[in-house]
Every structure is written in C-alpha cells, then in structure tokens.
C-alpha cells in the first residue's frame, strides 16, 4: 500500500462526489502525478507522472469534448467513490475497487 497514492484518490473522491457518476459516460481526467507535485508528494511525483485518473460525471461541463472508445479503459480499477484508475494503480494503492466497466463510448471533457 502506497500512503501518499491513496491519500491523493481519497481527496480526489472527496473533491469531486457531487459530480460522480459510476457509470457516466462524461468523464474528466486528474494527472496523479501532477497532484502529487502540488501536495508534496516529491516520493511519488515522477512514478505517476503520466498516470490519469478517471472521474465519471453526472452531466457534460463547458468546454471541448472528445469522443474516446470505452475499451481504452482494459484493466481499470473502479473505487467506491467512483473514480477509475490503470488497475496496476488500483492495486498498489492498497484500497478496495471493482473492475471499472466504462460505456462502450466514453466522452472525455476538458475544463
């Protein structure tokens, strides 16, 4: 289990449960390893520079959208909070999740 990693996708899901939508097929990504930089986390940052996390919404929010094929998603990790993460990242940080099952046409938004 990884401290800093799951402390970031309890925040995450903290930040964004009004807008969570298990199955929505708006979704919005969070670089984690961005996120890690802003709090601190410099034992993290460079690990997951380049790894999203996936955050389901309820509705679209302005701004462009880009069509994604829901397949994108194959071995994804979905928490109780909604949010969705590569599965390797699911499992090292050490909390519960599902196997994310995205829509088969996902529309990423950008804000």
Avoid: C, W
């Amino acid at each position: 289990m990884n401290y800093h990693l799951k402390k970031i996708l309890l925040l995450l899901g903290d930040k964004f449960k009004d807008h969570i939508l298990d199955n929505g097929e708006h979704y919005l990504e969070v670089n984690i390893g961005d996120l890690a930089t802003k709090l601190g986390f410099s034992d993290i940052q460079e690990k997951f520079k380049n790894v999203l996390a996936v955050i389901p919404i309820k509705a679209p929010i302005d701004g462009m959208k880009v069509r994604i094929d829901g397949r994108t998603f194959v071995d994804y990790g979905q928490f109780d909070s909604g949010i969705a993460v590569p599965g390797y990242v699911a499992r090292e940080s050490g909390l519960p999740y599902k196997l994310y099952d995205p829509n088969n046409s996902m529309i990423l938004n950008f804000s």
